[in-house]
């Protein structure tokens, strides 16, 4: 074996020690179980969708989900799994197997064109986004006729009465913990949670924790919020995170009496 042909061999056995290594350090895929509005279930659930999180980095990869039949009914690319960083392909499935949305993201937005397909296969819709922006869209009729005006990807869940609804929903539901108020505990919580497709709350949490009291009192009003309006992606019903902030401040009473030390 001349000098050459050695190091090659070198070079070819370290990246396979590299490439074992890293898939050593590797997490496990994880596997949940979803009803139809994407509601965690307990396994063998009857009906229940399969939800697969693949790891092909250590912090990123896909959330492969299928059909109660085993068909697969979306990929979803993730850079960063626990900052919900999406990078890459995003698409979805009929039962059949046909294509039923496809785009790529670029850091959590649509960059490129996105498209989605009647059940046939005939193409529903062709929207052209710069980075998140829609530069121009094409919404087709099932016989291929162009609809005007043009009908957005995506609706939002709507609270009943708007957001200002929304807000005094929240502020009626919050009750500033009394335990709290021994450091006159003040500050912002961002609530994140799921308003599934039949327009229920659920999956309520806090994703970057603070003061634990104010993180539960907030939890606690949220998840007392009445039924939305579901949103809706290409006119079907489906589940949309949500975010909302609650601000906690102390009285002026409360707060001259901890600097007085009662």
Avoid at 162 to 187: F, H, M, S, T, W
Avoid at 232 to 246: A, F, K, L
Wanted: hydrophobic fraction near 35%; glycine fraction near 8%.
């Amino acid at each position: 074996m001349n000098r050459a042909t050695t190091l090659l061999a070198i070079t070819a056995l370290l990246t396979s020690l590299t490439t074992q290594a890293q898939q050593k350090c590797l997490p496990d895929s994880l596997i949940d179980y979803l009803d139809v509005d994407y509601v965690k279930v307990p396994a063998g659930n009857k009906g229940a969708y399969t939800r697969v999180r693949h790891y092909t980095s250590p912090e990123g990869g896909t959330w492969d989900l299928y059909y109660p039949s085993g068909q697969q009914r979306s990929v979803v690319t993730y850079a960063n799994f626990r900052k919900a960083r999406i990078q890459g392909l995003v698409q979805d499935y009929y039962p059949s197997g046909l294509t039923k949305l496809r785009y790529v993201a670029d850091d959590g937005l649509i960059d490129g064109y996105l498209l989605t397909y009647y059940p046939n296969g005939t193409l529903k819709r062709k929207d052209l986004y710069d980075h998140g922006r829609l530069i121009k869209g094409q919404y087709l009729g099932p016989d291929g006729q162009l609809i005007e005006p043009h009908v957005p990807l995506k609706q939002d869940p709507a609270f009943p009465g708007g957001n200002e609804a929304l807000i005094a929903a929240i502020n009626q539901r919050v009750v500033y913990p009394p335990d709290a108020g021994r450091d006159a505990a003040e500050g912002r919580v961002l609530v994140h949670f799921i308003v599934t497709a039949r327009g229920d709350v659920t999956q309520v949490r806090v994703p970057q924790p603070g003061n634990a009291l104010l993180d539960a009192a907030a939890v606690a009003a949220v998840r007392q919020l009445p039924a939305f309006e579901p949103g809706r992606v290409d006119g079907e019903r489906v589940p949309i995170d949500m975010t909302v902030p609650i601000t906690f401040k102390a009285s002026a009473t409360l707060k001259t009496l901890r600097r007085l030390g009662l």
